[in-house]
């Protein structure tokens, strides 16, 4: 199956979903806990997954907090790793109901993201970009940037979910 681009797309061995965001502990503001708490631990669908010899892969449906993350693409169904440039670590989510978009890396901030579409970019995805996503919801980079603004570090992805 030939692959989507990422410019085409608007807006098994699996890694255990269960995640934690980090910064909800003292200092937190009501509304950065309020936004995390609103985070559903189930994703509505975690079966899409399941063909063991596709690329190992986190769900993001299941992260909690905000994160940034270097898009490598779209497909029709799992892929394996080779079919991805060895990238990894990858992530993916269902949209659609029927594809599969591929991620690498969960990062806390933008720099960190920049630096891993540089490294992407080099292993041959020519049209690597950057995406946030909170509480397992893809959001526009703009949002989590002003969501980091107001809220501080308190919404971000748990320190241990995320690269070096």
Do not use: C, H, W
């Not at 270097?70 to 993916?92: C, M």
């Not at 080099?122 to 690597?128: F, H, L």
């Amino acid at each position: 199956t030939t692959p989507a681009r990422p410019s085409e797309i608007a807006g098994a061995t699996q890694v255990p979903p269960t995640t934690e965001a980090g910064g909800a502990g003292e200092g937190v503001t009501a509304e950065a806990r309020e936004v995390l708490e609103a985070f559903d631990r189930t994703p509505k669908r975690s079966d899409y997954y399941t063909d063991p010899s596709a690329a190992p892969a986190r769900q993001v449906e299941a992260v909690r907090g905000l994160f940034f993350t270097v898009q490598v693409g779209v497909y029709s169904k799992p892929v394996a790793l080779d079919r991805i440039f060895n990238i990894s670590p990858l992530n993916t989510e269902l949209i659609d109901g029927e594809r599969i978009r591929y991620t690498t890396g969960i990062y806390r901030s933008l720099d960190e993201a920049r630096v891993r579409r540089a490294t992407t970019i080099e292993k041959g995805v020519t049209d690597a970009f950057i995406t946030a996503y909170l509480n397992g919801e893809r959001i526009p980079v703009s949002k989590a940037r002003e969501l980091i603004d107001r809220l501080g570090s308190a919404v971000l992805v748990d320190p241990a979910m995320a690269n070096p």
